[in-house]
């Protein structure tokens, strides 16, 4: 199994940027998520897509700035991060669960994690 991630950056604040993630040899999972974590804290749920129904959870942290889609067809999960804050700046990571979970430790998977910087 590959997650493969791209579209990190540095983006100055309020500004925009869509991050990818493909995955290959996946033939089992309920729902993908996107988790961060920034330098000296610990990793972060962000939100996650349900991959049949298309159910979508966010933390509140991200609510309203931040969307998931997916791409079933090509195997694809997106994070749309509008409205970026110095607070985003994180390394971002794609993930997949056979479970309904906002939990780190739920995931089994996960991509190599781009970096994504909020200048102020």
């Known amino acids: 199994v590959q997650l493969i991630e791209s579209g990190g950056g540095l983006v100055q604040a309020g500004g925009s940027l869509k991050l990818s993630c493909v995955a290959s040899?996946?033939?089992?999972?309920?729902?993908m998520g996107w988790f961060r974590q920034a330098n000296g804290k610990e990793r972060e749920f962000v939100a996650a897509?349900?991959?049949?129904?298309?159910?979508?959870f966010y933390a509140d942290s991200v609510k309203g700035r931040f969307t998931i889609s997916k791409d079933n067809d090509n195997d694809t999960v997106y994070l749309q991060m509008d409205g970026l804050k110095p607070e985003d700046t994180a390394v971002y990571y794609c993930?997949?669960?056979?479970?309904?979970?906002?939990?780190?430790?739920?995931?089994?998977?996960w991509g190599q994690g781009p970096q994504v910087t909020v200048s102020s």
């Open positions: 897509i349900g991959w049949s129904d298309s159910r979508t």
């Open positions: 993930a997949s669960t056979t479970v309904e979970s906002t939990q780190y430790k739920g995931y089994d998977y």
């Open positions: 040899g996946l033939f089992t999972r309920y729902a």
